[in-house]
Nanobody
Framework: QVQVVESGGGLVQPGGSLTLSCAVS????????IGWFRQAPGREREGVSC??????KYTQSVEGRFTISKDNAAKTVYLQMSDLKPEDSGTYYC???????????????????????WGQGTQVTVSA
């Protein structure tokens, strides 16, 4: 069983920055696709970003503001979020597709079914 643990959420003012971390218990990140999702109250969970050995992808609404990266040795994936907006608020979930050599899903936004393992989520609130 793969464990996925998110951390780093919190309250931030509009225009501010926050970095989320996702620690994964797979033997390696080399053969994994790791995705970040978010869910606001009353809304569907949507894909935000994904990283794999082959690619990194973003949903259009965060392009240029969010950066996904990974530390293979630490088996941790990071989501650096800047210029945050109130509409970025929600519970952020990390998910792992492992083992996988197919890279990130074709479409980041509607890719929930591509991931096998999920974390419990971390809350991000963007408010003045």
């Amino acid at each position: 069983q793969v464990q996925v643990v998110e951390s780093g959420g919190g309250l931030v003012q509009p225009g501010g920055s926050l970095t989320l971390s996702c620690a994964v218990s797979t033997s390696t990140l080399e053969y994994a696709a790791i995705g970040w999702f978010r869910q606001a109250p009353g809304r569907e969970r949507e894909g935000v970003s994904c990283i794999s050995k082959f690619d990194a992808k973003y949903t259009q609404s965060v392009e240029g503001r969010f950066t996904i990266s990974k530390d293979n040795a630490a088996k941790t994936v990071y989501l650096q979020m800047s210029d945050l907006k109130p509409e970025d608020s929600g519970t952020y979930y990390c998910a792992a597709d492992w083992p996988s050599l197919s890279g990130c899903p074709k479409e980041v936004e509607n890719s929930r079914d591509d991931y096998k393992y999920w974390g419990q989520g971390t809350q991000v609130t963007v408010s003045a």
